[in-house]
RNA sequence: CGGGGCGUAGCGCAGCCUGGCAGCGCACCUGCUUUGGGAGCAGGGGGUCGGAGGUUCAAAUCCUCUCGCCCCGACCA
C-alpha cells in the first residue's frame, strides 16, 4: 500500500481524554476514532491489525474442529426470557423494541442464540460433541466503558460455544480450547498467563481467564513465585491456617466500651491488641439476602469467594442504611454475637482465639470472643483476599506475587445451566433424554490488539508484534522526489509485493523526519530507509523497529533476505 | 449508580475569577525556497465558545436547567 492513498490520520499529541498507553497509542496511530463513550470507529490501520488477529484465532479455532459461523446481534427477548437472564442481566443489556413493539436485545454474548439452534437441529449423541464459533460486534452497556477500545461498550469478539454429551467430554474440549488459546496469544507475541478463574454473570462452575501481565491491567493476578498456581485475585486461595501448637487458655466474653471506636485501627488502638487479633463482620447483600462474613481484622474479606463458599447467584457491599434497618445495628459496632443474620467465617477465625468483635449496639465490642462458644458460624471457608508474600496454598515453598493483568480471553464449562432452562436435549444409546453439557469459550480481539500494544511499546510509538502488525515493512524513502531514490524505492515496494510481503511505501514528499517519526509511531517491525547517498553506493538502511539497530545492506539483494529477517523476529 | 473534573477550530490549549474585537501552537490550503530525525518565509481558510433559558446596553465569561465526555469506587472479552 502506499501512504499517500491510505487513510492514516496520525497525531502528534495524544488525545486529552485517554488515559493508558495503548489509547494514546491508536488514537495518534490512526488506528481508531471515539464516536461514543466506549463506541469507536476502527480506521483501515486498526481494522487490519484486528483482521490479523481475527485470522489467528481462525486458523487455531478450526484446528480443534470448531466451525465459524454467524449469529444475529440483535436478538429476541423471549429467548432471554427463557434463560433467566433477561431480567437477571440488568441494565448492561442494551434493550429495545421493533415497530411492532416486540422486545429485543444486542447481543452482549450468545448463549441463547446458540443453544436454540443446537437445540433445534441436534437430537441425538451421534451428532455431539459439536463446537461452534462466530467473530462477531458485541454490545454491553457497562457502567464505566475505560480504556479505549480496551474496554468499549460496543467490541469484536470470538465467541465459541461447545455442546457434548457428559462432563468428560466437555472437560475434553475445554482442554483442547485451553491450548488454542494459548496457541492463539503466543503466536499474536503476547505474554500471558492462564488463570484460575470466576464465571460471574455468565455461569457454570469451572473457568480459567487468558491474562496478559501489564500495569494498566483491570485485574489482578495472584500467582505462586515457585510453582504455576495462578489465579485471578478474585478467586485466589489462602492457604489454611496451621492448627495451634498449644491448647492456649480460653477468656471469657467480656464487653468492654469503645465510645466512637468503629474502624479495625481504632478499636485496635484504644484496646490496645493488634489488628489480627480482632475480627470483623462484613454485611453482604446477596440473592439470598443479607449475610455477615467474618475475617481477621487485618485482612480484606473477599466477596466473590464469600459468594461461591453460600453459593449464591449475586453479591454486592450492602447498604448501611439496609444493614441497620434491618438488624438494628449501627454500623461499626456488628459482631457476630448474637446477630440474626446467617454468619460465615474464614478459616483463620476458627483458629483464633480470645477475638475482639463488635457488640452489636452502639459503643461497645466483646473481648474474648470464641467460635462455636459463643457463635456458630454457619459454614467455615476460605473468604479471604490474599496478598502478595501470602504463602501459596500449592506448594510448600512459593509465596504469592500480585500483578496487573488484561482479560483477554476467558473460557467456561457451563454444564447444563443453558441446555436444562432451554431444553436443550438429546438422546443418548438408550434412547433416554438428556440436558446437553455446555462449554463457552471468549477472546476479546480489539483488546487483544490494546494489550499487544501495552506490552509492546517505546516512547515514539508502537513496536508490532510481526504477526499482527498492519504491515511487516515500512519503506521510508528519505526524499521521494530525487529521481534515484524513487526509483530504488519503487522497485523495493514492487519486489517486496511480489514476494507476498506486506509493505507500506511512504511515497509522501514530506521531510525525512516527518516520515521516520510517523513509522516509529505506527511501529512496522522493519523499515527500509532509502536515502540518497546510500543508493549511490548500492546500499539501503534496514531499521528492526523493536531494537532501532539499523544496519547497511547491498541493494537490492538485501530484500531477498527479508523474509528471514522477519521470521527471525517472530521468535 | 455515588464522588470529582472538563466541554472554546481537526488535535493540544489560553481567555472565564474581575462581562466589552474569539485567540495561541500544531494540523490544513496557495506560492517560493528547503529535503538524513516533526523546515523557513509570505499569504489564506476554518468557530452555533456543547445545548436551552435567564440577567445585562452588552455573555465564551454571571445565574438556572440540560446534554456529552473523562477520572476514582461495585461489573466484564
Known amino acids: ?67 465459524e459461523t454467524f449469529l444475529p446481534s440483535v436478538q429476541p427477548a423471549e429467548l432471554w426470557q427463557e434463560s433467566g437472564r433477561w431480567d437477571f442481566y440488568g441494565k448492561e443489556l442494551l434493550r429495545f423494541k421493533d415497530r411492532h413493539g416486540r422486545e429485543f436485545c444486542y447481543g452482549p454474548t450468545h448463549e441463547e442464540i446458540i443453544t436454540d439452534i443446537v437445540r433445534k437441529e441436534v437430537k441425538s449423541y451421534k451428532k455431539l460433541p459439536l463446537i461452534l464459533y462466530q467473530i462477531q460486534t458485541k454490545f454491553r452497556d457497562e457502567v464505566r466503558p475505560r480504556y479505549g477500545i480496551m474496554r468499549g461498550r460496543e467490541f469484536m469478539m470470538k465467541d465459541a460455544y461447545s455442546f457434548h454429551t457428559d462432563d468428560a467430554s466437555a472437560k475434553e474440549t475445554y482442554q483442547k480450547m485451553a491450548v488454542a488459546y494459548e496457541n492463539i496469544f503466543n503466536r499474536c507475541g503476547l505474554g500471558f498467563k492462564m488463570v484460575v478463574a470466576d464465571s460471574g454473570t455468565i455461569g457454570g462452575n469451572f473457568s480459567h481467564e487468558f491474562a496478559v501481565l501489564a500495569d494498566s491491567g483491570e485485574d489482578h493476578i495472584g500467582f505462586c513465585d515457585s510453582c504455576d498456581y ?73 466477596p466473590i469467594k464469600l459468594k461461591n463458599l453460600i453459593g449464591a447467584e449475586w453479591i454486592r457491599s450492602a447498604d448501611p442504611k439496609a444493614i441497620s434497618e434491618e438488624t438494628g445495628i449501627p454500623l461499626g459496632f456488628v459482631g457476630p454475637v448474637g446477630l440474626k443474620l ?135 524513502p528519505t526524499n521521494y522526489s530525487q529521481d534515484a531514490v524513487k526509483k530504488a524505492s519503487d522497485s523495493a515496494y514492487k519486489i517486496l509485493q511480489e514476494r507476498n510481503i506486506e509493505v507500506l511505501l511512504d511515497d509522501r514528499t514530506d521531510r525525512m523526519g516527518v516520515k521516520l517519526n510517523d513509522a516509529d509511531l505506527l511501529g512496522m517491525p522493519l523499515q527500509i530507509i532509502i536515502g540518497p547517498k546510500n543508493i549511490e553506493s548500492g546500499k539501503v538502511e534496514v531499521k528492526v523497529r523493536k531494537t532501532g539497530v539499523s544496519e547497511l545492506h547491498d541493494f537490492p539483494q538485501v530484500l531477498e533476505n527479508i523474509p528471514a529477517i522477519l521470521k527471525d523476529l517472530v521468535s
Not at 490520520?9 to 471515539?34: C, F, N, Y
Not at 474502624?263 to 449475610?291: H, N
Not at 434412547?431 to 471468549?442: A, D, R, T
Open 342 to 476: 446467617k454468619v460465615f467465617a474464614d478459616r483463620e477465625v476458627e483458629a483464633s482465639n480470645n477475638f475482639v468483635t463488635g457488640a452489636n449496639k452502639t459503643d461497645a465490642h466483646f473481648t474474648g470472643v470464641q467460635i462455636n462458644r459463643d457463635f456458630k458460624a454457619e459454614q467455615i471457608g476460605d473468604i479471604r483476599m490474599v496478598i502478595e508474600g501470602d504463602p501459596c496454598p500449592k506448594c510448600a515453598s512459593g509465596t504469592y506475587q500480585v500483578k496487573r493483568g488484561i482479560e483477554v480471553g476467558h473460557i467456561f464449562i457451563l454444564g447444563t445451566k443453558y441446555s436444562k432452562s432451554m431444553k436443550a436435549h438429546f438422546l443418548d444409546l438408550n434412547g433416554k433424554e438428556n440436558p446437553m453439557v455446555m462449554g463457552c469459550y471468549g477472546v476479546g480481539v480489539g483488546r487483544t490488539a490494546a494489550a499487544a500494544i501495552e506490552q509492546n511499546h517505546d516512547e515514539k510509538g508502537i513496536i508490532w508484534p510481526v504477526p499482527i502488525a498492519p504491515f511487516a515493512v515500512h519503506i521510508i
Open 230 to 302: 495462578a489465579s485471578n485475585l478474585e478467586r485466589a486461595e489462602a492457604r489454611a491456617p496451621s492448627p495451634a501448637q498449644d491448647t492456649p487458655k480460653l477468656d471469657n466474653l467480656k464487653e468492654v466500651s469503645t465510645p466512637g471506636k468503629k474502624s479495625v485501627q481504632e478499636v485496635a488502638e484504644f484496646l490496645s491488641v493488634l489488628p489480627q487479633q480482632i475480627v470483623k463482620t462484613i454485611v453482604m447483600d446477596s440473592d439470598q439476602g443479607l449475610v455477615a462474613g467474618l475475617v481477621r481484622g487485618d485482612r480484606e474479606i473477599n
Open 1 to 67: 500500500m502506499q501512504y499517500s492513498k491510505m487513510f492514516i490520520p496520525t497525531l502528534k499529541d495524544s488525545p486529552a481524554d485517554a488515559e493508558v498507553v495503548s489509547h494514546k497509542l491508536m488514537v495518534r496511530a490512526g488506528m481508531i476514532r471515539q464516536v461514543a463513550s466506549g463506541i469507536y470507529t476502527i480506521l483501515p490501520m486498526g481494522l487490519r491489525v484486528l483482521r490479523k488477529v481475527e485470522q489467528i484465532i481462525r486458523e487455531e479455532m478450526d484446528r480443534i474442529d470448531s466451525q
